[in-house]
Every structure is written in C-alpha cells, then in structure tokens.
C-alpha cells in the first residue's frame, strides 16, 4: 500500500494537534457552503462495483453508480434505472422496463444490453468477482459461466433497447433485492478499457449516480462533483469530500475544527460529547440491520472442531458486560444471528445463557479440562474501530476465565478481507451487515455450506435442508418457521457467537439537512444540503 501523501499527513496531524482535548474552539463550523465533507474510516478497497465487499467502500461506489432497482428510506426495494418490473412465470422471470432518457455520466443514454455487458463482465471467470455467486447465483446460468461451463449467463436477456429479461433457477421472494448490490450496477462499456481487469482509474468509473468522480486516491480521499443531469433531480451539492482518516479521535478533533460536517464515533466518545452543551443536540443515532460476531473457522485448529469447545466458548462470554463496559450500554444484545429489521428475526430465540460453570463443565467434557489442550488462539479483527478492538479484548479477557489464552491481531481491512475469502481466518471477530432484509441473507448466505459467503466450512446437513427449503418457500410463514429451525441449530453449534446488533452514533453538524437514511446506512446524498 502506498503511503498517505505527506502534504495530506501533515493537515491531519495539524488539526489534532491544534485541536487536543480542552483546546477546541467553539465557532460554528464555517465549511462552503455547497460541500459535504465527512471522513472514510477505512482505505477504499476497490473502484469497481463488482469487485466491492465492504460497506465503507459501497458508500462512495453508490453515490457514482446504480441498478435497476435501489432501497427507500421506509427500507423498501423501489425503482431505480428501471421504471417497473413484472414477474412473470410463476415468479421465476422479471421482466424489466427501463426509464426512458437516463444518461451516463458521459452523456450516453442507458439501454438493456448495457446491463447484459455488465452481468457478463462480472460473472466472467477471468474477472473473478468475488461477490457475484452471492448475489447473482439465483440467475440461470451464473454459476455456469462463473465456472467457464458457459460462454454466456444465458438468463439475463436484453428484449428491446428498454426491456430486460433476468429468469432464475427457482421462485425466490428475495430476489429482487439482490439487485440492490454493486455487482448488479450499471456500467458504460466504452469506459472500461479492459473489461477483464479491476477498475483502476477514475475516467473508467462512469455511472448514472448523483456524482461523477474527480478524485480516488485509497491513502488520501475521495472527491466528487454533482452530476447535474441525474435523472432523479439535481444534487443540492456541488461537491462531497471523503478523507482518508484513520484514527478514531483524528476524526473527532476534525469534526470539532469544523473540517468535517459527519463524523461516526466511537463508544468511547460518546459520554463525554453528551455532557457537552454544544456537541450533545450533534448526536444522532441510527439502528443498523447488521451483527458482530465471534466466528470460528471449523475446519482449522483441532478445538475449534469440536462444537462442545465453541458452545463452551460461547456460555463463557457475558454479552451484558461486554455490551455495558466496552460499549457504553448502548447496543443491543445479539442473541439470534438474524438482526432486527430483517425477515425472520425473533425477538425470543434458544439463546446461550452466560454460565461460567457450565462453560467449564462442557470444556471438560469436550476434553479440554481447565482449557488445557487449546493452543493460544488468536483473535483477528479490522483495524481503524476502537470498538471492535475493546469488544475483542473484553472478550479475550472473559475467555480467560476458562483456560483459553487469547492474543489479538489487528490487520489493515483490505488484508484482513482477503485473508478472511482465503479461509485462513481461524478465529476472529467480525461484523456481517444485512445486503438485503431477509434471513436468508444470514443464514443460508453466510452458514449452510452451499453458501457462498461460508468461509468457516461449518456444515451441518440438517441445518442445510432446512435453509434450502425455506430459500425457495413462496409461503413466508413456512419461511418464518423453517429458518427458526435452522437459527435453533445453528446457535447451539456455535461456528459464530453473536454478541451485539450494530447501532450507529454520528456527530452531524446542524448545517446538514436532507440526509436519507436506512437499515443499510446513509443512502445516496443528491437530496443533502449544506446551510
């Protein structure tokens, strides 16, 4: 990775200095007036929607690219480049038809066969995307052409200029929602220059969005313009600023110096910023459709095998305390694995009751009495969010008191993602962030072992039967009670512990109105003003 440009440390480093605690200035922030600036927390981990993972990164790619359909703020699929939709063929085939008149952001007017192009692109093995078998499996012939069986996905057909076909393999309720994720944006074909390769430069990241992108730099920022033909109306911004700041109380001091107009922050900050009289009415929170997990890869160390160690491991962890000591009380407890908001969710599950004796009893009987046996684990997890680090380490230290020696390991989030899609991930500590409201997106996606984002080989055939049913049920209360079935199971093989449900605390300036938001988080910013 290259470094962050000297000149862009030297302001930070500037700003936090002059900005330490007790020594803020208490002037409005003075920002121009046409400018949303709030900081990525993250280095950027792609410029190409069908290579994108991470929500950090999704929250740039969405504000220059789009799909066919894209979520409301009552967390609604709505119409997005297609005006309509018509499911036909006993809700195995969408028939599509486009808004007339949208245009690319270098003046070409969007048709069908532009969506073919960028299905084709993305589920072409050479390209090795790494998110289409999640999202776009369910279309016939994906995972043919995925694995070069196929020259083509012979389920995405283009009828007319206006009209698309996308047929899949079984009636599936949640379908449509998929499409809400970047692998099934838009893009403008003569924009790419090899249309094999990862986007690697901002004349390629040609979409329809709200903004056109003038700047994309990972270890610095990423700047936007309004594009002011977009088909939803013009932005009420002229421009949106992201810096690359990656220390949690750097985006704090920022905020306060009036550099910034957004910052999210971290437990730590909270109490303090309430107690302010001029930053307490700033806090905004927003409940997020997304779970942090302990997850256990169950094909790796030898212990972690055993599903007596991991329901061990899980009984020892007081999520009330971590939840009251490392997040300020402010999170909900996980006991389900499907977060409220989703379909499926139960507010009454099995859950694992913390007992400390009993944690110990099961560990003796798994045959690691006392925790001797388990080697010294190590607990993985993102850099760059002070309350995954506590959250891990309270953890750790509950852990203790069975035996098991924990360790951590913080790793830069492009690394850590890729070592987690090459299964190397052990153990590690890690949020999963709904894509769509719908418990298959958390239980068959992320456990049976035909997921496509399994990447701890927990397997488990009951388990698998009945997410499989339940996937392509048309009865959503058969679907309701088949995944409650399999979230039973699941829970009590513990591959993941859940620990807390994410919510989401903002510093937002008074100069900001018209934000939108949803379960999935910001949306894009073309109705945001700045006063």
Request: hydrophobic share 40%.
């Amino acid at each position: 990775m290259r470094a962050r440009s000297i000149i862009f440390a030297a302001l930070v480093a500037a700003f936090a200095a002059g900005c330490g605690p007790g020594k803020f200035s208490k002037t409005e922030n003075t920002g121009p007036a046409d400018v949303f600036r709030y900081p990525i927390t993250t280095k950027p981990t792609t410029m190409d929607p069908s290579k994108v993972q991470d929500g950090d990164t999704i929250d740039v790619l969405q504000q220059v690219f789009e799909g066919l359909v894209g979520w409301s703020e009552k967390n609604e699929v709505e119409p997005r480049l297609a005006e309509k939709w018509d499911i036909v063929d006993g809700g195995k085939t969408y028939i599509f038809t486009l808004k007339k008149g949208i245009k690319f952001h270098n003046g070409r007017e969007i048709k069908a066969e532009d969506f073919k192009f960028s299905i084709e692109r993305a589920c072409n093995p050479k390209f090795n995307s790494v998110t289409v078998e999640t999202y776009l499996s369910d279309i016939v012939g994906v995972t043919e052409r995925k694995k070069n069986e196929a020259s083509e996905v012979k389920g995405v057909q283009v009828i007319d200029d206006l009209h698309l076909k996308i047929t899949i393999d079984k009636p599936r309720m949640y379908f449509i929602s998929k499409l809400t994720y970047p692998c099934a944006f838009l893009l403008a074909k003569e924009s790419i220059k090899d249309p094999l390769k990862e986007m690697n430069s901002i004349d390629q990241m040609v979409g329809t969005g709200p903004f056109k992108v003038t700047k994309f730099s990972p270890d610095e920022s990423v700047q936007l313009v309004a594009n002011e033909g977009y088909h939803l109306g013009a932005p009420l911004l002229k421009k949106i600023e992201r810096p690359v700041v990656l220390d949690a109380a750097t985006r704090v001091n920022l905020y306060k110096a009036g550099k910034i107009d957004l910052v999210q922050l971290a437990r730590g900050d909270v109490d303090g910023l309430k107690k302010d009289a001029q930053y307490s009415s700033q806090i905004k929170t927003y409940d997020r459709a997304s779970m942090y997990y302990i997850g256990f890869h169950c094909n790796s160390i030898e212990a972690l095998k055993n599903p007596k160690v991991r329901l061990a491991f899980a009984m020892a962890i007081d999520k009330d305390q971590v939840i009251a000591e490392a997040l300020s009380g402010i999170n909900q407890k996980a006991d389900s694995i499907v977060p409220p908001g989703c379909f499926g969710y139960r507010a009454k599950v099995k859950a694992i009751q913390f007992d400390l004796e009993g944690a110990k009893k099961l560990l003796a009987e798994a045959g690691y009495p006392e925790g001797k046996g388990i080697p010294e684990l190590t607990m993985y997890h993102r850099d760059g969010q002070p309350d995954v680090k506590v959250v891990a380490q309270k953890v750790g230290a509950q852990l203790s008191k069975i035996g098991v020696k924990v360790t951590f390991q913080e790793l830069q989030w492009g690394t850590y993602l890729e070592r987690h899609n090459k299964h190397e991930l052990p153990f590690f500590h890690m949020r999963w962030a709904a894509d769509y409201l719908d418990a298959e997106n958390f239980l068959s996606t992320l456990l049976a072992s035909y997921g496509p984002e399994n990447k701890i080989e927990y397997k488990n055939p009951k388990y698998d039967d009945l997410c499989r049913r339940a996937d392509s049920s048309q009865d959503p209360e058969e679907r309701k009670r088949l995944y409650a079935e399999a979230e039973d199971i699941v829970l009590a093989d513990a591959p993941f512990i859940p620990i807390y449900f994410q919510k989401d605390i903002e510093l937002v300036s008074p100069r900001v109105a018209g934000l939108r938001d949803a379960l999935f988080g910001h949306l894009p910013h073309y109705k945001v003003a700045i006063k």
